[in-house]
């Protein structure tokens, strides 16, 4: 009979063995969720995820929040993905707000347990703030805005607004840690058939967490639209400076509701105060990459550009032939705006 | 309080870049470079702050080679009181610098550490993060509106988030990193660029800080990214609403 000592000294030499031969091959997605669901990037970040399973590794979602909306969103994930293996949820009031401190403390915690070779979440506003101070806790380098996973340690990122694609080689110890473009990563049909087996959902111990934190959340201010989501939007109609003011901005929108497309606007447009600037498309704004995109009255500077260049069918109408924003655009229109937008909300069949 | 910000050199955001032929990078000789553009908002709201009296001391550092002097004259130009350069080859990874940061930070004990929220060279949005990792001390990243309660030692800061606004309170000392939306830079005026000339830059080597350089990236290959087909310039509405009918079949 094993002695509790060599019991112990057996486990603990297999578990250094692994790291050291076999790496344990587990995947973390940290997801986001809203209303009871998860989020459109989090379905994409387990969409990337997907591509570093191979026939024995696992992949577990990591879900906090607070109250119902929580546990109703971590039932659906158990059953939203056929890779999916477990659910972690940490339900806590520390989490009802995604404040940086805490998430990052829990991403640290939830891999201390689970010993995961990769953990990816989505390069939006709310992964881009914890994952690189998670990656801090845990003394490793996180590799942003990732769109092309080629080997489990080597992927793909813009730098230079999107003008080069770095090719990067992840050497160090576990885990690798990532966030992920969304637009290179879309759902599968795949994944839309949900599981009729839900994998097992598990209660993170909150028991060791520290209770003080030395930030708060004030208040949260949302736009509310009631067009589609940029980020995902299958069209997107964006205006630049050349609509100069707030009032001739409707006039995009006018056409964003007949095409049932989303709103997005340029750096200029944003500062000049005609829209709100969580609209801006752009190199430090939203990247997108819709079917259809259509530029009125942009430019096409360099960082403009970099958020929206993966369109499927770019359209650019500006008046000045010379725009850099023609070079990439399918269809070119030189003319006034104010001509053709009226014109063009007249012709445009209504959607389907 | 003092505030420490941090200042990149990196190639200046209207070139365009050209990718080396070898395709390990991207070509950085006879290049126009400048201050990274979130680095300039960063020094300017530090600036405001001390104009207010809410800071006693502005400190820019910056770490690279030799040329980040430039960058640092400039930033104490603009009214940094002092600067600090860290000498260090040109591919630092975010993690050492934010642990170089983190070595700077413990040697000169600001009350608020502003960065940048990106640089647009590497765009990798990580450093302010890391650092405030690093320290525990709590972060606003993506600020557009900062403002610092002296007496509660707290700053209340305005976050551009996905869909809004998100407003934090933070304790100090803090990390705060900088939005486009946050203020509008100064330009250096000429007595200041010659004010600047003799105010001090301390040089550090990495061993005085103790940061190990190893780093756990590596970097395979720089490519240009798939150059788009050429499009065509159509002549009424008429023909592009039947292009995108018929032809791209997207409406």
Known sequence: MFKPTSLTYLIAHSRRRSIASCRHLGTLVIAEHEGGSLTASSLSSIEAAGKLLSKDSSLSLLLAGAGPTLQEAAAKAASCHPSVSQVLVADSDKFKNPLAEPWAKLVHLVQQKGEYSHIIAASNSFGKNILPRAAALLDVSPITDVIDISESNTFVRPIYAGNALSTIRYTGSDPCMLTVRSTSFPVGSTSADSKTNPVPIHQVDLSTFSEDWNSRHVKQTTQDSERPDLGSARVVITGGRALKSAENFKLIEKLAEKLGAAVGATRAAVDAGYVPNDLQVGQTGKIVAPELYMAFGVSGAIQHIAGMRDSKVIVAVNKDADAPIFQVADYGLVGDLFEIIPELLEKLPEKK | ?251
């Open chain 2, 1 to 251: 309080m003092k505030i420490m910000v941090a200042i990149k050199r990196v190639v200046d955001y209207a070139v365009k870049i050209r990718i080396k032929s070898d395709k390990t990078g991207v070509e950085t000789t006879n290049v126009k470079m400048s201050m990274n553009p979130f680095c300039e908002i960063a020094l300017e709201e530090a600036l405001r702050m001390k104009e207010s009296g809410v800071a006693s001391e502005v400190i820019a550092v910056s770490m690279g080679p030799t040329q980040c002097v430039d960058t640092l004259r400039t930033g104490l130009a603009m009214g940094a009181d002092r600067a600090i350069h860290v000498d260090a080859p040109s591919t630092l990874y975010p993690l050492t610098v934010a642990k170089l940061l983190k070595a700077l930070v413990q040697v000169e004990k600001p009350g608020l550490l502003i960065l940048g929220k990106q640089a647009i060279d590497d765009d990798c949005n990580q450093t302010g993060q890391m650092v405030a990792g690093l320290l525990n001390w709590p972060q606003g990243t993506f600020a557009s509106k900062v403002v610092v309660d002296k007496e509660k030692k707290a700053a209340t800061v305005d976050r551009e988030v996905d869909g809004g606004l998100e407003t934090l309170c933070l304790d100090l000392p803090a990390v705060i990193t900088t939005d486009l939306r946050l203020n509008q830079p100064r330009y250096a005026t000429l007595p200041n660029i010659m004010k600047a000339k003799s105010k001090p830059i301390k040089k550090m080597s990495l061993a005085e800080l103790n940061v190990d350089l190893r780093s756990d990236l590596e970097v395979v290959q720089v490519t240009a990214p798939p150059v788009r087909k050429a499009g065509v310039i159509l002549s009424s509405v008429d023909e592009l609403v039947d292009k995108l009918k018929n032809e791209a079949h997207v409406i």
